[in-house]
């Protein structure tokens, strides 16, 4: 690295230099500087850290001491071989460091936002430029080695074509205040998610801004305002606006799952309220919580919150909070905590706090969505939810195959029809329904049609329409007869719709044939759906299954034997194994995985980035 120095008085530099390991705290190297210029060689045995060089002038500080840390050079040595030591990436948010460095001088920094003064093009090359005094990315980053968690380092600017560094690694972390990233980070990003990376957000107020990087990226580009920035004209998806904001409508909480537009913030006399907040429990059964103790409605994390936070748009109605995703968040946000800051609007930004999990392609995302939740590390609580993201999603523990997203208390049968999950109760009469999401909503009950409901002990749906058969629940009742309704929470009645082999047990519906088990003397047997009069056909051994369903065109079985599968051809194929599986009464499926409810009374679901492959 080459590092041009100056004195305090811009004569050359008469001094010396301290390179200190800032994670660690350890000096790395002392060097005498003379002159204008000073190389600094990276020896091989250096971890992969964040980095500061200090430069000291041995003579009396003229005209001012050295202040904003621009005698301060901080950088990041990556990993000579990627994910050599660990599969965890620690990204530096050097970009958002960079457009807060002398706030409010005229063409120094990006702030203030409004002043005519400010600059829309900094230079990563400038004096400083390093983290703010709040430094709210340093407690986490010394947390991570105390607490036995290797990790290798980049900067944020990496990212910006970044996707061969990523493909090394199971989870990218990001810390703290990372406001300002370019469309090739979030490119990258995005795409490390999507083929199964995992993230981690201990941050809020993350992609704020859209920037670029030009100069080779030794310059940031923010106008933060569309008609000023020629960029706008001939690629507006790179206009530097905010990442929610015309032309570009790439609302930031796609990748992240919250946004500042719903958060709040806290500045001024007001970061005081930093201390006194905590997080609510929305999710307690959820794998995040697993060790913590916490129960729905307890509080935690008092002190983590700030001094900005990001948030989901939320419904409450249905008792427990769950995203609307009508504001970018995925529809598979699981909210696990929030907290209600509304009253932040005295000291800046009133709004909300949300901690949730979601699927992002064939990866997980986790977002503690407060910038200061570094500080709250000491809580044990705080420790532990940390620990357990770091473990499943770092790679360091086994991830389990089934994850709880809520309640199946004592359900005897499940199958999901137009954007339903629908189960019956333990009286096998009770028709219940909720979203098959992955928040752990509650379940209400289908009102009952006039007339007698018949008793059931098997559910299923067909995956497509049929002509001339729509969508319906298919039920076999207690008689051996084929019941069908619509797939309505409301009232409907079920009818009759033929007989079913004496003793069937569990059912299910592809490509236009049905297949039926009898556990009496464990068959599998099959009909043409849409010939009601045609007679049923014993195909094999149905592998001791106590439920089925139909998930990418084959048929899985949970049974004694855990989870099988097999083609739906209506040839003598047997069931085979098809992955780890949790003891449960039924099974469904519904956009593209499986949900089981289990005997200890949970809805889990199996995620997209495990299912089986055979």
């Given at each position: 690295m080459r590092?041009?120095?100056?004195a305090?008085d811009?004569?050359?530099l008469?001094?010396?230099?301290v390179v200190t390991d800032?994670?660690?705290?350890?000096p790395?190297a002392?060097?005498?500087?003379?002159?204008?210029?000073?190389?600094?060689?990276?020896p091989r045995q250096?971890p992969?850290?964040?980095?500061?060089a200090?430069?000291h002038d041995?003579?009396p500080?003229?005209p001012?001491?050295?202040?904003?840390?621009?005698?301060?050079?901080?950088?990041v040595v990556?990993?000579?071989?990627?994910?050599?030591?660990?599969?965890v990436?620690?990204?530096?948010?050097?970009a958002?460091?960079r457009?807060?460095?002398?706030?409010?001088?005229?063409?120094?920094?990006?702030y203030?936002?409004?002043?005519?003064?400010r600059?829309?093009?900094?230079?990563?090359?400038?004096?400083?430029?390093?983290?703010?005094?709040?430094?709210?990315?340093?407690?986490?980053?010394?947390?991570?080695p105390?607490a036995?968690?290797?990790?290798?380092f980049?900067?944020g600017?990496?990212?910006d074509d970044g996707?061969?560094?990523?493909?090394?690694?199971?989870?990218l972390?990001?810390n703290?205040?990372?406001?300002?990233w370019?469309?090739?980070m979030?490119?990258s990003v995005?795409?490390?998610?999507?083929?199964?990376?995992n993230?981690?957000?201990?941050?809020?107020?993350?992609?704020?801004?859209?920037m670029?990087?030009?100069?080779?990226?030794?310059?940031?580009?923010c106008?933060?305002?569309a008609?000023?920035?020629p960029?706008g004209?001939?690629d507006p998806?790179?206009?530097?606006?905010e990442?929610?904001?015309?032309?570009?409508?790439r609302?930031?909480?796609?990748m992240t799952?919250?946004s500042?537009?719903?958060?709040?913030?806290?500045?001024?006399?007001?970061?005081?309220?930093?201390g006194?907040?905590?997080?609510?429990?929305?999710?307690?059964?959820?794998?995040?919580?697993e060790?913590?103790?916490?129960r729905?409605?307890d509080?935690?994390?008092?002190?983590?919150l700030?001094?900005?936070?990001?948030?989901a748009?939320?419904?409450w109605?249905?008792g427990?909070?769950?995203?609307?995703?009508?504001?970018g968040t995925?529809?598979?946000f699981?909210v696990?905590?929030?907290?209600?800051?509304?009253?932040?609007r005295?000291?800046g930004?009133?709004?909300?706090?949300?901690?949730?999990?979601f699927r992002?392609?064939?990866?997980?995302?986790?977002?503690?969505?407060?910038?200061?939740?570094?500080?709250?590390?000491?809580?044990?609580?705080v420790?532990?939810?940390t620990?357990n993201?770091?473990d499943r999603?770092?790679?360091?523990a086994?991830q389990p195959s089934?994850h709880?997203?809520?309640?199946?208390?004592?359900?005897?049968?499940?199958?999901a029809?137009?954007?339903?999950?629908?189960?019956v109760?333990?009286?096998?009469?009770?028709?219940l329904?909720?979203?098959?999401?992955?928040?752990?909503l509650?379940?209400?009950?289908?009102?009952?049609?006039?007339?007698?409901?018949?008793?059931?002990?098997?559910?299923?749906a067909?995956?497509?329409?049929c002509?001339?058969t729509?969508?319906?629940?298919?039920?076999?009742g207690?008689?051996?007869r084929?019941?069908?309704r619509?797939?309505?929470?409301g009232?409907a009645p079920?009818t009759?719709?033929?007989r079913?082999?004496a003793g069937?047990t569990?059912l299910?519906?592809?490509?236009n044939?049905l297949?039926?088990?009898?556990?009496?003397?464990?068959?599998l047997?099959?009909r043409?759906?849409?010939r009601?009069?045609?007679?049923w056909?014993a195909?094999?051994?149905?592998?001791k299954?106590?439920?089925?369903?139909v998930?990418?065109?084959?048929?899985y079985?949970?049974?004694?034997?855990?989870?099988l599968?097999r083609p739906?051809?209506?040839?003598d194929?047997?069931?085979t194994?098809a992955?780890?599986?949790p003891?449960?009464?039924?099974?469904?499926s519904?956009?593209?995985?499986?949900?089981?409810?289990?005997h200890d009374?949970?809805?889990v679901?199996?995620p997209?980035?495990s299912?089986?492959?055979?």
């Amino acid at each position: 690295m080459r590092f041009g120095v100056t004195a305090g008085d811009g004569a050359p530099l008469a001094g010396r230099v301290v390179v200190t390991d800032a994670v660690t705290e350890r000096p790395m190297a002392r060097a005498v500087v003379r002159g204008t210029e000073w190389t600094l060689d990276i020896p091989r045995q250096w971890p992969s850290s964040l980095y500061v060089a200090r430069f000291h002038d041995d003579r009396p500080e003229t005209p001012e001491p050295e202040r904003d840390a621009e005698h301060e050079v901080w950088f990041v040595v990556r990993a000579a071989r990627p994910a050599a030591t660990s599969s965890v990436l620690v990204s530096i948010p050097f970009a958002t460091w960079r457009a807060y460095h002398r706030a409010g001088q005229p063409g120094r920094s990006l702030y203030y936002a409004e002043e005519p003064g400010r600059a829309a093009r900094v230079s990563f090359a400038d004096p400083g430029g390093g983290p703010p005094p709040e430094r709210w990315e340093e407690p986490l980053l010394r947390w991570l080695p105390g607490a036995g968690y290797p990790v290798e380092f980049c900067s944020g600017l990496d990212l910006d074509d970044g996707g061969e560094l990523l493909s090394s690694y199971r989870l990218l972390v990001v810390n703290g205040h990372d406001e300002y990233w370019s469309a090739g980070m979030r490119d990258s990003v995005e795409t490390f998610a999507r083929k199964g990376g995992n993230l981690a957000f201990f941050a809020g107020n993350t992609a704020w801004w859209q920037m670029r990087l030009e100069d080779g990226g030794r310059t940031m580009v923010c106008h933060r305002d569309a008609a000023a920035d020629p960029v706008g004209a001939v690629d507006p998806r790179r206009t530097t606006v905010e990442w929610s904001s015309s032309p570009v409508d790439r609302p930031e909480n796609a990748m992240t799952g919250v946004s500042f537009r719903n958060g709040a913030g806290s500045w001024g006399e007001g970061m005081g309220l930093i201390g006194r907040e905590s997080y609510t429990v929305r999710f307690a059964g959820h794998w995040v919580f697993e060790g913590t103790g916490l129960r729905d409605g307890d509080t935690f994390a008092r002190g983590a919150l700030g001094y900005e936070t990001d948030a989901a748009e939320l419904d409450w109605s249905a008792g427990v909070p769950r995203a609307t995703g009508r504001d970018g968040t995925p529809r598979s946000f699981a909210v696990l905590a929030t907290a209600d800051l509304r009253h932040w609007r005295a000291y800046g930004q009133g709004g909300w706090a949300t901690m949730g999990v979601f699927r992002l392609g064939a990866g997980t995302v986790f977002n503690a969505a407060t910038i200061n939740w570094g500080r709250a590390l000491a809580d044990p609580v705080v420790d532990r939810i940390t620990r357990n993201v770091l473990d499943r999603l770092g790679g360091r523990a086994p991830q389990p195959s089934w994850h709880t997203v809520g309640q199946a208390p004592r359900l005897r049968a499940l199958a999901a029809c137009e954007g339903l999950l629908f189960a019956v109760a333990e009286d096998g009469r009770t028709l219940l329904h909720r979203e098959p999401s992955d928040q752990n909503l509650p379940w209400s009950v289908c009102p009952a049609a006039p007339g007698a409901a018949p008793e059931i002990r098997c559910l299923t749906a067909p995956r497509e329409a049929c002509h001339p058969t729509p969508l319906a629940l298919l039920a076999v009742g207690a008689d051996d007869r084929l019941f069908v309704r619509a797939p309505v929470s409301g009232p409907a009645p079920w009818t009759p719709a033929g007989r079913v082999p004496a003793g069937t047990t569990a059912l299910a519906m592809c490509d236009n044939t049905l297949f039926a088990v009898t556990s009496h003397d464990d068959t599998l047997h099959h009909r043409p759906a849409l010939r009601p009069d045609a007679r049923w056909t014993a195909l094999g051994p149905a592998g001791k299954a106590s439920s089925l369903t139909v998930l990418n065109a084959r048929l899985y079985a949970a049974g004694p034997d855990g989870l099988l599968t097999r083609p739906p051809v209506t040839t003598d194929a047997p069931f085979t194994p098809a992955g780890p599986f949790p003891s449960a009464r039924a099974l469904a499926s519904y956009a593209g995985r499986l949900l089981a409810a289990t005997h200890d009374d949970l809805l889990v679901s199996h995620p997209p980035q495990s299912t089986p492959v055979v």
